[in-house]
């Protein structure tokens, strides 16, 4: 089993529609948690820090739930600007200094 | 203010060549890490250098290796290469030891094996 697990997609969905990804861990132990964005051909950029409390930034609101050990990601009234891949990404406890990355999930915002 | 820098930002080489990329982090950041992604992945974790020592390792082959240099600059290298480490190659750099929110990555380097 995959250390972190996304569906890639991907995800096509109109304009102004709200989407959802999940990304699920399996590592118990993981402490910290990310959602990046990257978009084609282009580095991987932070989205928002995954708090256990939820996070919004925005349109966009991050969920933690450490019980099931998965995040998630919601976007509402998505724009074109919003395709792009969503990277989970989790930090494990002892390995501080090490990012794991999911495989991403690819979302395309149509007319 | 510039952000972190990779040189070059393509490479093609051919199987059994070596190869070494480079990294400048942001002015004043100390930790330096290695990311490769491969097309359709997420990026792996290959090196975290800081304070010019490795802290971080991930499961690589030894003909991967890295070093810091006294300016926080980094090197790549990459000996025997094979078809498999045709990926993108990117740099990240962090004020402290820990990357986690505060971790910035350069474009990276864009290597084919031949």
């Known amino acids: 089993r995959k250390e972190v697990e996304q569906d890639p997609g991907p995800f096509n969905v109109p304009e102004g529609a709200t989407v959802a990804f999940n990304c699920t861990y399996s590592n118990s132990a993981s402490q910290s948690f990310f959602w990046y964005r990257q978009d084609c051909r282009k580095e991987p950029k932070l989205l928002m820090s995954v708090y256990s409390s939820g996070n919004e930034d925005g349109r966009f609101t991050a969920q933690l739930n450490r019980a099931s050990q998965y995040i998630s990601l919601l976007i509402r009234d998505s724009k074109l600007s919003d395709s792009a891949t969503y990277l989970c990404v989790v930090i494990n406890t002892g390995t501080a200094s090490k990012l794991t990355f999911g495989t991403g999930t690819r979302l395309q915002v149509t007319l | 203010d510039a952000g972190v820098t990779q040189s070059p930002t393509h490479l093609i080489k051919t199987r059994g060549q070596h190869v070494t990329l480079r990294c400048s982090p942001i002015?004043?950041?100390?930790?330096v890490s290695w990311y490769q992604q491969v097309l359709g992945q997420g990026p792996q974790f290959i090196f975290q250098y800081y304070e010019k020592e490795e802290r971080g390792r991930g499961n690589f082959p030894d003909r991967f290796s890295a070093r810091q240099f006294p300016n926080y600059s980094s090197e790549l290298n990459v000996n025997a290469l094979l078809l498999g480490d045709s990926a993108l190659y990117l740099c990240?750099?962090?004020?402290?030891?820990?990357?986690?929110?505060?971790?910035?990555f350069g474009s990276g380097t864009q290597l084919s094996v031949l």
């Open positions: 002015s004043g950041h100390k930790s």
């Open positions: 990240a750099s962090s004020l402290g030891r820990v990357g986690g929110e505060k971790l910035f």
